[in-house]
């Protein structure tokens, strides 16, 4: 069976956790290792802020800590990602990171973002959630 890589970004591994969705077995994902890094920062900000139960935010990490990503940070990515933010103007390079590990490793990049979303449209197909959860036969 060929699967489809789709490339995540945190906002739209948040939804996935959010709403316990089944990603299809035809699918696999990929994201830069800085993938963990925002989930949890924005998961323990969620609760400091009153907005999230800890319970219901540990439910969530233990959802995104069960999905099979390949998680990904060598140097080429980093040289991609570098390239990408300096192309771009970006001041970093953590949204950079996700269009060169799609450039790289994925078929699409799926992010929530409309920013990042065209900002990645010249180097990479932008995928949509709907896309992700969607069973291709």
Known sequence: MVKTRF???ADA???LAKN???????????APTLLRSQML??????V?????R???????LDYLRGLRIRLLGDRVLQRYAWNIASQLDWADTYRAEYIAVTQLQADALVTLDPDLAAAAQPFVQVASLKD???TVV
């Open 132 to 134: 992700l959860l969607t």
């Open 54 to 60: 800890k319970r219901e935010a540990d439910i969530q």
């Open 41 to 46: 920062a924005h998961l323990y900000s969620a």
């Open 13 to 15: 591994a948040l939804v």
């Open 48 to 52: 400091r802020n009153g907005d999230l």
């Open 7 to 9: 490339a995540i970004a």
């Open 20 to 30: 316990a969705a089944k990603v299809p077995d035809n699918h696999a994902l990929v």
